[in-house]
């Protein structure tokens, strides 16, 4: 059981938009920044989006972030085939005192 | 380039020891944390643990806290996580990954991962 919630899988349409959602406490989200990676099959997680909404370099800006109370969200604009992979939201827990991932959201490109 | 280079898959069994490392370059080792994290068979990321090189200040996940060992030689620009006494659950891909010169969430670079297989 992850400390921060997010849906097993999302789908939509190449092209289309889609939105991951990251729900947690006040001692995580709440309290502190958010970060987004992606995991494509087989690979090392990527850094997509940290301080709740801000894109690396490199990081399209199909990739959006925002944070509203103990809740995130990713947006992804134009899905393209390739965007298909597990999206992980990470913070730190003030109460833990350590990091914290959550469970993962499978997105399929229909 | 900054890069993290982690060392090569590992088959042990139960009761073992072992230390993987992590090896930085292409940034200043001993300013920026480095943190490990585990994903076994097709589940999610687990943080474990964080330590930062240039005065080996370390936190631990309570999940993982007395589980397992991370440090860092920074003469060497080189982390580590290690077990005393490896059990089959530990088996799983290991990552380990840059964090920030400060104390915070994000992880912006990772190395390739260290599979570790734990069976009798």
């Known amino acids: 059981q992850s400390v921060l919630t997010q849906p097993p899988s999302v789908s939509a349409a190449p092209g289309q938009k889609v939105t991951i959602s990251c729900s947690g406490t006040?001692?995580?989200?709440?309290?502190?920044?958010v970060s987004w990676y992606q995991q494509l099959p087989g690979t090392a997680p990527k850094l997509l989006i940290y301080?709740?909404?801000k894109r690396p370099s490199g990081i399209p800006d199909r990739f959006s972030g925002s944070k509203s109370g103990t809740s995130a969200t990713l947006g992804i604009t134009g899905l393209q085939t390739g965007d298909e992979a597990d999206y992980y939201c990470?913070?730190?827990?003030?109460?833990?005192?350590?990091?914290?991932f959550g469970g993962g959201t499978k997105l399929t490109v229909l | 380039d900054v890069q993290l280079v982690q060392s090569g898959a590992e088959v042990k069994k139960p009761g073992e020891s072992l230390k993987i490392s992590c090896k930085g370059s292409?940034?200043?080792?001993?300013?920026?944390?480095i943190g490990w994290v585990r994903q076994m068979p097709g589940k999610g990321l687990e943080w474990m643990g964080i330590?930062?090189?240039?005065?080996?200040?370390?936190r631990y996940s309570p999940s993982f806290q007395g589980q397992v060992t991370i440090s860092a030689d920074k003469s060497i620009s080189t982390a580590y996580l290690q077990w005393s006494s490896l059990k089959a659950s530990d088996t799983a891909m290991y990552y380990c990954?840059?964090?920030?010169?400060?104390?915070?969430?994000?992880?912006?670079?990772w190395g390739q991962g260290t599979l570790v297989t734990v069976s009798s």
């Open positions: 990470g913070t730190w827990d003030s109460d833990l005192s350590a990091g914290v």
């Open positions: 006040f001692s995580n989200i709440g309290n502190n920044y």
């Open positions: 330590i930062y090189p240039g005065d080996s200040d370390t």
């Open positions: 292409g940034y200043s080792f001993t300013s920026h944390w």
């Open positions: 990954a840059r964090g920030s010169t400060v104390l915070s969430p994000e992880f912006d670079y």
């Open positions: 301080d709740n909404n």
